[in-house]
Every structure is written in structure tokens, then in C-alpha cells.
């Protein structure tokens, strides 16, 4: 019988913990990633520039270029200035803006990416997409995943707390995403990837039921695990369906109908998992993960992020719209203005206020 297997692209290295950054340097080199040093570094003009003066002095070889945002001029414009630089990988410090411009610069000029994650406040950092804003709005770009990924749960204590609250939502909406595959699964057919849903549904109960808080280096440890996990299942998947569903249809929907108003990602994220999760009949499983959102401070209501009812079910009823062809339980139950008007009223029966 012939033995069959598969390759799984992932990062040569994963290094979370605290105190990581300062080893950086050391990591590059024993894992020949960069043993010149020569690196182009990435930072912004906040978090990433700060550390700075910390890292510079370990890495006398770099050269440092600083982002001025997440757009797609950006990256572009970020590629430009290390192509030719005879650079052995791109690093990519500070939060998803910085890290996705380098992840697409990086690409652009055919140089590994080392992700330096300055905050967990979303799964980007390990995925194999780069999302930059652009003429039309934003747009996803496929991209290489990082060859490392360094995360210092000490600068992850430096970082506004929301920004790991925003995390929390994000990968606890994957239990949501994976649900929403496998109904598509059962209803049309499609296809799904056991192992990127297994990886996915895992990172997000793992965090979903652990006890600690924002507070605990022993919380911050299994988030960040579960972030990475969740890119590495994107990776396998070949697409973001592991960790995209109603959820971030809903999140999606946020965004383009309310551009200046909309919250966190994550925010928007955790809040439509836990209602779809209500949509789909799971009302256990649904107040559950509103209880665990509302104990690490995330909002489960639409009020708690400035939106009346009348603007959440817009929201929902436009949600399908904005990935066609994603089949969730939104486009399964195609429901009206006033079903939706009623499920969101047992909804918030059911949660509670």
C-alpha cells in the first residue's frame, strides 16, 4: 500500500513567550533564517518604532523602514525600498497593518517574512492572506505564510487591552466558522478540510474554556497559540472558510454600511458568532459563548457597540452580500427583515442584558 501524506505549510519557527524579542536576533540565526543579519525591518511610527532602540542594538546589520499605514500604496511602496537590498527575509514589527504590508512586500520581492506580533488583535499575523485597504475598500491579497512567527508576551502587556479583547472575539468566532463549513458541507456539498477545521475549531475552544483572563501570562499564551493555529488552518484550507462564516459576514456587513462608526474586528467578530450560533438552533452553545465574551469585556450586544436593533438587523439582512458565494446559515436561512426583527428579540432573551 502506498503511504500517503501531505506537506503543511507552517512557520519553521513559532516562538511565544516572554522575553522572545530579545532573543530575536539568536532565533534568526540558529534556524539559518538570517545569519548575516542582514534584515529589512518594518515597524510603525508607534509600537514598532518604540522597540526600536531595543532590538536595533542585537541587530547591527538591519536596515529599518517605517510603514505609514495599512494600505496597498503602502506595501507597494514598502517593496520597492528593500527590492535590491540584498536582504536574507523581511520582518514584519508591530500590529496587523505593519505585519500584512510586510507580508505583502515581502512576497513582492521573493524574501521570507518574519511576523514580530506587537499585539493579538487578530489571526492575521500567522495567515497566508494580507489584507490592505485599497481604492475600492479593502481587499484580501494571498500571500506566503511567515517562515517565523515571534510573539513577546511582555510587549503583549504593553499593548491597550482591547487589542486582546478584539483577539478573543476573533478566534472564539472559528467554533462559529467551522459550523457554518460543515453546514454547507451538508447542504451543497462543499468539501471540508478535517484537519484545517479540526485546528480551527480547537484554537478557538481552547480559548472559549480556558479560565483565566486578559491578565494571565498563562491566557495570553494560549491565545496566541490558538491565532497561530488559525492562520496554519487557513494555510491547509487553502482559503479563510476555517475561520470565516456568518461571523465575519456579519463583521463585514459592520464595516461597509458603517465605515466611521464600526468597532473592533474581533468586537464585530465574537458578537456575530455568538448570534449565529442563536441563528443556528446551538442556544446552549450560543449563551455560552456570550457569557465567556461578556467576562473578558467583549460585546455581545449591538447597544454595547453604539448600534440601535434596527441597525444590527440591516446589518445581518446585508451581511450574504458581502462574500458571495459563502454559503453560512445567513444565505441557508434567508431570513426577512421581521424574522430577523424576532430571532434577535429571543436572542437577547436568551443571553440576557
Not at 455581545?300 to 454559503?327: H, K, M, N, Q, W
Amino acid at each position: 500500500m502506498p503511504v500517503l501524506t501531505r506537506l503543511i505549510p507552517s512557520p519553521v519557527v513559532v516562538d511565544i513567550r516572554p522575553g522572545a524579542l530579545d532573543d530575536l536576533a539568536c532565533v534568526l540565526a540558529d534556524e539559518r533564517i538570517s545569519q548575516s543579519g542582514r534584515l529589512a525591518i518594518a515597524v510603525s511610527g508607534g509600537s514598532g518604532a518604540r522597540l526600536r532602540d531595543r532590538v536595533a542594538p542585537s541587530l547591527p546589520g538591519a536596515d529599518w523602514f517605517e510603514v505609514g499605514g495599512g494600505t496597498i500604496d503602502d506595501a507597494v511602496r514598502l517593496a520597492g525600498e528593500i527590492q535590491g537590498g540584498r536582504y536574507d527575509a523581511v520582518v514584519g514589527l508591530g500590529g496587523g497593518k505593519i505585519i500584512d504590508c510586510a507580508k505583502f512586500a515581502s512576497a513582492r520581492v521573493g524574501l521570507p517574512l518574519v511576523a514580530v506580533a506587537t499585539n493579538l488583535a487578530h489571526d492575521g499575523l500567522c495567515s497566508p492572506v494580507a489584507t490592505l485597504d485599497n481604492d475600492a475598500g479593502r481587499g484580501s491579497y494571498g500571500v506566503p505564510n511567515p517562515i517565523a512567527v515571534v510573539i513577546d508576551l511582555n510587549v503583549i502587556r504593553e499593548a491597550p487591552v482591547r487589542f486582546v479583547r478584539s483577539g478573543i472575539g476573533d478566534v472564539v468566532s472559528n467554533i462559529s466558522a467551522v459550523a457554518d463549513w460543515e453546514l454547507s458541507h451538508r447542504v451543497n456539498g462543499e468539501k471540508v478540510d478535517g484537519l484545517a477545521a479540526a485546528m480551527a475549531r480547537q484554537a478557538g475552544e481552547a480559548v472559549l474554556r480556558h479560565p483565566g483572563g486578559v491578565e494571565d501570562d498563562g491566557f495570553l499564551q494560549v491565545l496566541a497559540e490558538a491565532l497561530v493555529l488559525t492562520g496554519i488552518s487557513m494555510s491547509v484550507s487553502g482559503d479563510s472558510r476555517p475561520s470565516s462564516g456568518a461571523c465575519h459576514e456579519i463583521n463585514h456587513a459592520f464595516d461597509l454600511l458603517y465605515p466611521q462608526r464600526a468597532a473592533a474586528h474581533g468586537e464585530q467578530c465574537g458578537l456575530g458568532a455568538a448570534f449565529a450560533m442563536y441563528l443556528r438552533g446551538a442556544h446552549e452553545e450560543s449563551v455560552a459563548m456570550a457569557e465567556v465574551l461578556r467576562r473578558h469585556g467583549l460585546p455581545v450586544l449591538p447597544e454595547e457597540i453604539g448600534f440601535s436593533v434596527d441597525e444590527f438587523v440591516r446589518v445581518v439582512e446585508y451581511a450574504p452580500e458581502t462574500r458571495p458565494g459563502r454559503f453560512t446559515i445567513l444565505e441557508h436561512l434567508a431570513l426577512t427583515t421581521e424574522q430577523i426583527k424576532d430571532v434577535y428579540a429571543d436572542y437577547v432573551k436568551a443571553i440576557g442584558s
